[in-house]
């Protein structure tokens, strides 16, 4: 049978409606996806079916998962974060700044951690070789970056407006432009993978990967905001986009930093 | 929205997860990430396994990674995992000498990791561990685990953890000695074996 963008969009509204059921039968609100979003087919076979086993790490102040792996200067090169000078020509499409802070919970910033990210090029291909999608490949762009945050947990990179793709979850199924992100925090139980978004993407709706965040609030901060302070004059346009590291912190460790 | 007003602490709300999809290979992966021991230490451990979906199908399109203390106890808190090299912007690989602590390996074809790293020290209450923490394309949020090594039964049984788990589940965690200083511990995402998963509150 074949999978229509119709089906998807019922599975994605009857998610939501449960979701709204459950937070007003008092449970509380989800920040995250569950990992068993069926209108994502991929997850289907790919979830747990046992609840995680909670771990109180005040009870244990040496949990190793209390601490984060160490990057530095070593680990990037100068131009890592401008993915536009990464070969010997100018790739094709709109240039784009996009910058934020990492957070953690406690609206505290995250300091030379390292931030990865990796996008599709203008035409929304990605330069992998299992990629199908027939769209060009662009010589020029491959679309990987990485860089530390600053001594006030910013990031900052220069590169391309990613181009939105076609993917086979279902029939015409198409995913918003979106910058993949790779974080870490002061404790590895703040690790974090996700996707950002650019404002007003009229495929938001369709895509069950944005809705597999079920709460409307929750989703709004996987977008960015274009903030004109950090369009670069005569170059690029400017994306603001703050990240809040979820998951438990040692404070203690972050005292003098 | 994103941009958060840290005046108010209630605005300050997590950023969602979302699948690494299937394309992070020409982006996070890097070559020696799982060679995660010094050079001819005498504390190396070999780590091997495969990563299941709920139909006991290997998983081609998986990454771990791995994060655990040196022998002794203490955490690394030194950088270079993934060196770079300013000349070509290459990858120069780990210097050889230095313990990070931290590797990412992804899966093969066959849907199989490796990694070799230095036996983990005793830290606080627990038996020695590594931490892991699991992606895949169609895994919404990443997943957290443990590799606990067998051997000394006394601090098996004594850890925190597993002294919480059921004996079928408890195993899952503890990876099977498979020859002089090489483990197996392999994962499922779902169903029968499924690996125990950990959520930090």
């Known amino acids: 049978m074949t999978l229509t963008q119709h089906d998807i969009d019922q599975e994605i509204a009857a998610e939501h409606a449960a979701y709204d059921k459950r937070v007003a039968d008092g449970a509380p609100v989800e920040h995250h996806p569950r990992r068993d979003y069926a209108p994502y087919r991929s997850s289907v076979l790919r979830h747990p079916k046992q609840p995680p086993v909670t771990i109180d790490v005040t009870q244990d102040p040496e949990l190793v998962e209390l601490s984060s792996p160490a990057f530095g200067e070593r680990d990037i090169t100068e131009i890592d974060n401008d993915l536009t000078r990464h070969h010997r020509g100018e790739p094709i499409g709109e240039r784009i700044t996009v910058s934020g802070r990492l957070l953690d919970r406690d609206g505290r910033p995250v300091r030379g951690q390292l931030v990865e990210i990796w996008q599709a090029n203008a035409a929304g291909r990605y330069a992998h070789q299992r990629e199908q999608h027939d769209a060009p490949l662009d010589p020029n762009f491959t679309g990987v970056g990485r860089t530390l945050t600053d001594d006030s947990g910013f990031y900052r990179f220069t590169t391309i407006q990613p181009g939105p793709y076609p993917w086979r979850n279902h029939v015409n199924a198409w995913r918003p432009a979106h910058i993949h992100f790779s974080v870490f925090g002061t404790a590895f139980t703040q690790r974090l993978v996700t996707q950002m978004y650019f404002p007003n993407d009229p495929l938001f709706p369709y895509d069950p990967i944005l809705q597999s965040v079920t709460d409307d609030a929750a989703r709004q901060r996987l977008v960015a905001t274009y903030d004109h302070s950090l369009s670069v004059p005569e170059f690029s346009l400017g994306y603001h986009w703050d990240i809040v590291l979820d998951g438990p912190a040692a404070t203690w460790l972050e005292e003098g930093r | ?201």
């Open chain 2, 1 to 201: 929205m994103t941009k958060i007003d840290t005046s108010r602490p209630e605005t300050v709300l997590p950023t969602p997860s979302h699948t690494v999809g299937p394309f992070y290979g020409y982006a996070l992966p890097f070559p020696g990430g799982g060679d995660i021991a010094p050079v001819g230490h005498p504390d190396t451990i070999t780590l091997q396994g495969r990563v299941y979906d709920g139909e006991g199908v290997p998983l081609p399109d998986a990454f771990l990674e791995l994060w655990g203390p040196a022998p002794d106890g203490t955490v690394p808190t030194t950088d270079g995992s993934l060196r770079r090299d300013p000349a070509t912007g290459g990858y120069l690989g780990r210097n050889g000498v230095e313990f990070t602590g931290w590797g990412r390996v992804q899966t093969d074809a066959g849907g199989h990791w490796y990694a070799r790293t230095l036996r983990p020290g005793a830290r606080g209450n627990s038996a020695p561990y590594l931490s892991v923490c699991v992606f895949a394309r169609g895994l919404l949020v990443h997943l957290f685990t443990r590799i606990y090594l067998p051997g000394d039964d006394a601090a098996l049984a004594a850890d925190p953890l597993l002294a919480r788990l059921d004996a079928g589940r408890r195993d899952t965690l503890i990876a099977r000695a498979d020859g002089a200083g090489t483990y197996r511990f392999d994962i499922r995402l779902q169903g029968e074996g499924e690996t125990v998963f950990l959520e930090f509150q």
